[in-house]
């Protein structure tokens, strides 16, 4: 059996290999932010919560409840191309959430009302795992949606964002209700009807951003139409939506408002 190599040489050995890791630490050390996630454990693609919100983590996004509104503030998840198309079944077995600790909106509160149990993370986004798709239909991740609305114009906007996904490989996604004070409500646990939904996305690679703010009513206007600015939609919702990004980055992508090809 060949003996080992003395210790003396294994150092000389390894000293170059070790300077190399510590110099690609260092000039790597600055995007770290970028493709990490924060302390908490939130992925790149989350809005920095705030200290009263209810954040929960599923296996494919996350999202924030709002117990005052019966619904997330926000959900966001990261969307590729390997996802798209994998065909599993959607559910339609919409479900109380047991990790909302507040409890969820529930079937009474929809039944009869005249509105659409929208998702905010979309199914056909969740298609590629029957237990994603399944979370999907937590009532954590519906909101009270016009018909006209759920299926026309928003449901466009999410087409064409799966559309995106394959033609950029990769995209960060935020979506959500605009919540406010004096909306009216459905229910026995008096679920928040919002006026306005929003979306935003950021392709990474491809370093674009862009934002849509929709007025929940049917629309028979294009998409672009809606677009705005990620900064136009943090200034309405007053919060720091990609605030993971390096500032650099951030300032770059978060003031286009160019549509999309």
Not at 9 to 17: A, D, N, Y
Not at 64 to 83: D, F, G, R
Not at 174 to 179: A, K, N, S
Request: hydrophobic share 40%; proline share 7%; glycine share 4%.
């Amino acid at each position: 059996m060949p003996k080992s190599m003395p210790k003396h040489k294994q150092q000389s050995f390894l000293k170059p290999f070790i300077l190399l890791w510590i110099a690609a630490f260092f000039f790597f050390l600055p995007s770290l932010r970028y493709i990490q996630p924060n302390d908490k454990g939130l992925h790149i693609a989350c809005p920095l919560p705030t200290k009263e919100e209810q954040v929960v983590q599923r296996t494919a996004y996350t999202f924030a409840y709002n117990e005052a509104h019966e619904q997330a503030n926000w959900v966001a998840y990261i969307l590729t191309k390997s996802q798209l198309g994998s065909g599993v079944e959607r559910s339609n077995r919409f479900m109380e959430d047991p990790l909302v600790s507040t409890q969820t909106a529930t079937n009474a509160d929809y039944a009869k009302s005249g509105y659409d149990r929208g998702h905010l993370a979309p199914a056909a986004d969740m298609s590629w795992s029957l237990q994603v798709m399944q979370e999907s239909f937590y009532y954590s991740n519906m909101s009270p949606q016009l018909p006209g609305f759920n299926r026309g114009i928003w449901k466009k906007l999410e087409e064409k964002v799966r559309s995106w996904a394959a033609l950029y490989d990769t995209l960060y996604v935020v979506t959500g209700p605009i919540l406010e004070s004096g909306l009216p409500t459905i229910g026995p646990n008096q679920v928040s009807v919002p006026k306005a939904y929003f979306k935003a996305l950021i392709a990474p690679n491809q370093q674009k951003g862009i934002a849509f703010i929709m007025p929940n009513a049917k629309s028979d206007l294009e998409l672009a139409f809606f677009s705005v600015s990620i900064d136009e939609l943090e200034a309405k919702l007053h919060r720091d939506l990609f605030y993971q990004l390096n500032d650099q980055l951030e300032h770059q992508l978060e003031v286009q408002r160019e549509f999309w090809p």
